[in-house]
């Protein structure tokens, strides 16, 4: 974590997983959790020694059950939150394979990127749809 002088900035990496069929892997965040019942690209926070490859593949391991293929990174995003700040480090992934156990969200989908803007999403994550749709400004 990086102190600035307003709040601190906590690094969370987020996994753009595609399955063969060139669909996107998205996951809705438990009631009662951060940003519950919103969307979002999965992952979690980059733990102090931690290579952004290693904790994307622990994270996706921990919360969904699932093997990745960490391919490249994607696209960094600053969003603000009344108490931190996060810098989201997207990464393109391929899915491997894996038995499905969700602890922190309660649905996920495999979805085109046209079909993205059919749910909402957590704020930090809108500019990654944004470019996946060809909608960045």
Known sequence: ???TGKQPIVPVLAGLIYDAAGKLLIARRKAGLANGGKWEF???KLQQGESPEAC??????EEL???????????LVNHEYPDKSILLIS?????????????????VEWRSAAQLTEVEFSAADVPIVNKIIGCDR
């Open 1 to 3: 974590m990086v102190e």
């Open 42 to 44: 999965p992952g979690g």
């Open 56 to 61: 994307l593949e622990r994270e996706i391991a």
């Open 65 to 75: 059950g699932i093997s990745i293929a960490v391919e490249r990174p994607y696209l």
């Open 91 to 107: 990464y393109i992934c391929r899915f491997r394979g894996g038995e499905w156990q969700l602890t922190d969200h309660d649905r």
